[in-house]
T-cell receptor, first 114, second 117 residues
Framework: GESVGLHLPTLSVQEGDNSIINCAYSNSASDYFIWYKQESGKGPQFIIDIRSNMDKRQGQRVTVLLNKTVKHLSLQIAATQPGDSAVYFCAENGRTGTASKLTFGTGTRLQVTL | GAVVSQHPSWVICKSGTSVKIECRSLDFQATTMFWYRQFPKQSLMLMATSNEGSKATYEQGVEKDKFLINHASLTLSTLTVTSAHPEDSSFYIC?????????????FGPGTRLLVL
């Protein structure tokens, strides 16, 4: 079946370093991808998105890269800060006719050490 | 940014009772809302798609008579867990879809933690 998965369940980085969180997806028909940040006990928070006609998109301290050839998505966080500690989920938007829905990956916990 | 609220934020109930959770889009209208369920240290699992003015679309394996969804207006969707049992204890999260430019983005509520005793 369709799935969105992550390579690493936990990532530990030092404050100030760059973080890279990876995600593999299997549905080549997905046209939209999103990264969410979820802190403990809270709902997911939108970070950045990218459409399938792009391969890179930059935000404030974050960059998302999309490689459709190998169905791979990554989130890069520059100068990681303690406040970045959370679980990060990638999600792909799949369409069936006019309906669309998000499928979430398993999540990666980012731990920022001082 | 878009704001989605949920009420209550947490609830404890006895087994056999029903619990209603509200999801509101505060600063935009949402014809489509979604209900997710999340167990500890796991990902979000879509339960159903809530469509304003029509019946919800449930994912495979989700009992529609157990989890009643009503999307009464463009800013409110409710999820009622009927005859709740301990295995229904979970973190329930809603999202609302907002149309933006040429695309659409889902904004999530803060979640509702349900504990069934």
């Amino acid at each position: 079946g369709e799935s969105v998965g992550l390579h690493l369940p936990t990532l530990s980085v030092q404050e100030g370093d760059n973080s890279i969180i990876n995600c593999a997806y299997s549905n080549s028909a997905s046209d939209y991808f999103i990264w969410y940040k979820q802190e403990s006990g809270k709902g997911p928070q939108f970070i950045i998105d990218i459409r399938s006609n792009m391969d890179k998109r930059q935000g404030q301290r974050v960059t998302v890269l999309l490689n459709k050839t190998v169905k791979h998505l990554s989130l890069q966080i520059a100068a990681t800060q303690p406040g970045d500690s959370a679980v990060y989920f990638c999600a792909e938007n799949g369409r069936t006719g006019t309906a669309s829905k998000l499928t979430f990956g398993t999540g990666t916990r980012l731990q920022v050490t001082l | 940014g878009a704001v989605v609220s949920q009420h209550p934020s947490w609830v404890i109930c006895k087994s056999g009772t029903s619990v209603k959770i509200e999801c509101r889009s505060l600063d935009f209208q949402a014809t489509t809302m979604f209900w997710y369920r999340q167990f500890p240290k796991q990902s979000l699992m879509l339960m159903a798609t809530s469509n304003e003015g029509s019946k919800a679309t449930y994912e495979q394996g989700v009992e529609k008579d157990k989890f009643l969804i009503n999307h009464a207006s463009l800013t409110l969707s409710t999820l009622t867990v009927t005859s709740a049992h301990p295995e229904d204890s979970s973190f329930y999260i809603c999202s609302a879809r907002r149309l933006e430019g040429t695309g659409e983005t889902q904004y999530f509520g803060p979640g509702t933690r349900l504990l069934v005793l």
